[in-house]
Protein backbone atom coordinates (compact mmCIF):
# COMPACT_ATOMS: atom_id res chain seq x y z
CA UNK A 1 0.00 0.00 0.00
CA UNK A 2 2.91 2.55 0.47
CA UNK A 3 4.31 1.54 -2.61
CA UNK A 4 1.10 3.00 -4.12
CA UNK A 5 0.79 6.30 -2.34
CA UNK A 6 4.39 6.86 -3.04
CA UNK A 7 3.13 7.01 -7.11
CA UNK A 8 0.31 8.84 -6.32
CA UNK A 9 2.24 11.38 -4.17
CA UNK A 10 4.50 11.90 -6.64
CA UNK A 11 1.85 12.76 -9.26
CA UNK A 12 0.09 15.04 -6.83
CA UNK A 13 3.14 16.57 -6.28
CA UNK A 14 4.10 16.91 -9.74
CA UNK A 15 0.73 18.94 -10.49
CA UNK A 16 0.93 21.13 -7.28
CA UNK A 17 4.95 22.30 -8.16
CA UNK A 18 6.16 22.16 -11.63
CA UNK A 19 2.73 21.37 -14.15
CA UNK A 20 0.92 24.83 -12.26
CA UNK A 21 3.93 27.14 -12.62
CA UNK A 22 4.60 26.12 -16.02
CA UNK A 23 0.88 26.84 -16.58
CA UNK A 24 0.83 30.07 -14.82
CA UNK A 25 4.11 30.82 -16.98
CA UNK A 26 2.28 30.08 -19.95
CA UNK A 27 -0.43 32.60 -18.83
CA UNK A 28 1.78 35.47 -18.17
CA UNK A 29 3.50 34.95 -21.27
CA UNK A 30 0.31 34.94 -23.27
CA UNK A 31 0.69 31.79 -24.58
CA UNK A 32 -2.25 30.80 -22.64
CA UNK A 33 -4.53 33.43 -22.11
CA UNK A 34 -5.99 33.75 -18.92
CA UNK A 35 -4.31 31.00 -17.51
CA UNK A 36 -3.36 31.35 -13.81
CA UNK A 37 -2.33 28.18 -12.62
CA UNK A 38 -2.74 26.78 -8.98
CA UNK A 39 -6.56 27.99 -9.73
CA UNK A 40 -8.86 27.53 -6.91
CA UNK A 41 -11.89 27.84 -9.16
CA UNK A 42 -14.86 25.36 -8.18
CA UNK A 43 -15.24 22.73 -11.25
CA UNK A 44 -18.05 19.99 -11.70
CA UNK A 45 -20.03 18.11 -10.48
CA UNK A 46 -18.92 18.09 -6.87
CA UNK A 47 -17.54 21.95 -6.89
CA UNK A 48 -13.91 20.96 -5.87
CA UNK A 49 -11.22 23.19 -6.63
CA UNK A 50 -9.67 23.10 -9.47
CA UNK A 51 -6.01 22.54 -8.30
CA UNK A 52 -7.46 19.61 -6.01
CA UNK A 53 -9.13 18.12 -8.76
CA UNK A 54 -5.83 18.27 -10.73
CA UNK A 55 -3.57 17.05 -8.17
CA UNK A 56 -5.86 14.29 -7.09
CA UNK A 57 -6.15 12.71 -11.08
CA UNK A 58 -2.01 13.73 -10.92
CA UNK A 59 -1.89 11.63 -8.12
CA UNK A 60 -4.61 8.38 -9.96
CA UNK A 61 -2.23 8.85 -12.58
CA UNK A 62 1.21 8.55 -11.09
CA UNK A 63 0.19 5.31 -9.41
CA UNK A 64 0.68 3.96 -13.26
CA UNK A 65 3.86 5.08 -12.94
CA UNK A 66 4.99 2.34 -10.62
CA UNK A 67 4.61 -0.27 -13.68
CA UNK A 68 8.15 -1.92 -14.31
CA UNK A 69 8.58 0.37 -17.82
CA UNK A 70 11.62 2.46 -18.60
CA UNK A 71 12.55 2.79 -15.07
CA UNK A 72 15.98 3.56 -16.34
CA UNK A 73 14.93 6.67 -18.32
CA UNK A 74 13.72 9.43 -16.41
CA UNK A 75 12.51 11.27 -19.45
CA UNK A 76 11.24 8.46 -21.56
CA UNK A 77 9.25 7.08 -18.71
CA UNK A 78 7.48 10.45 -18.23
CA UNK A 79 7.22 10.68 -21.89
CA UNK A 80 5.48 7.44 -21.92
CA UNK A 81 2.96 7.94 -18.94
CA UNK A 82 1.91 11.25 -19.85
CA UNK A 83 0.24 9.89 -23.24
CA UNK A 84 -2.56 8.22 -21.10
CA UNK A 85 -3.79 11.70 -19.76
CA UNK A 86 -3.12 13.21 -22.70
CA UNK A 87 -5.29 10.64 -24.76
CA UNK A 88 -8.02 11.20 -22.28
CA UNK A 89 -7.79 14.80 -22.02
CA UNK A 90 -8.14 14.58 -25.86
CA UNK A 91 -10.78 11.80 -26.71
CA UNK A 92 -12.62 11.93 -23.33
CA UNK A 93 -12.77 15.10 -21.90
CA UNK A 94 -12.96 17.91 -24.12
CA UNK A 95 -15.49 15.94 -26.70
CA UNK A 96 -17.96 14.46 -24.14
CA UNK A 97 -17.25 16.41 -21.13
CA UNK A 98 -16.65 20.17 -22.13
CA UNK A 99 -18.02 20.01 -25.61
CA UNK A 100 -15.06 21.38 -27.32
CA UNK A 101 -14.98 18.75 -30.26
CA UNK A 102 -12.40 15.78 -30.60
CA UNK A 103 -9.07 17.00 -29.71
CA UNK A 104 -10.60 20.27 -28.13
CA UNK A 105 -10.21 21.79 -31.55
CA UNK A 106 -12.87 24.23 -30.87
CA UNK A 107 -10.41 25.88 -28.47
CA UNK A 108 -7.37 26.07 -31.08
CA UNK A 109 -5.84 23.96 -33.54
CA UNK A 110 -2.58 23.93 -31.12
CA UNK A 111 -4.68 22.64 -28.10
CA UNK A 112 -3.68 19.07 -29.04
CA UNK A 113 0.06 20.55 -28.69
CA UNK A 114 -0.33 22.20 -25.92
CA UNK A 115 -2.14 19.69 -23.84
CA UNK A 116 0.71 17.30 -24.67
CA UNK A 117 3.10 19.36 -23.52
CA UNK A 118 1.52 20.09 -20.44
CA UNK A 119 1.14 16.55 -19.82
CA UNK A 120 4.51 15.64 -21.11
CA UNK A 121 6.06 18.21 -18.28
CA UNK A 122 3.70 16.73 -15.55
CA UNK A 123 5.09 13.46 -16.37
CA UNK A 124 8.48 14.12 -16.11
CA UNK A 125 8.01 15.73 -13.28
CA UNK A 126 6.21 12.60 -11.63
CA UNK A 127 9.61 10.52 -12.84
CA UNK A 128 11.94 12.97 -11.41
CA UNK A 129 9.80 12.54 -8.00
CA UNK A 130 9.69 8.54 -8.20
CA UNK A 131 13.61 8.44 -8.57
CA UNK A 132 14.27 11.07 -6.15
CA UNK A 133 12.36 8.74 -3.86
CA UNK A 134 13.99 5.64 -4.90
CA UNK A 135 11.06 4.14 -6.52
Sequence with gaps: MRHLFSGFLAGFLAVL???????AAGGALGFLPGATGWSMRPVPPLGIPQLLSLAFWGGIWG???????????????????????TLVQLFVIFPYKLNKGMMGIDLGTWTPLFVFFFNAIWGWTTALWLKWTGK
Design 63 to 85: ILFLLPLTKQNTFLRGLIFSLGP
Design 17 to 23: TVHQAVI
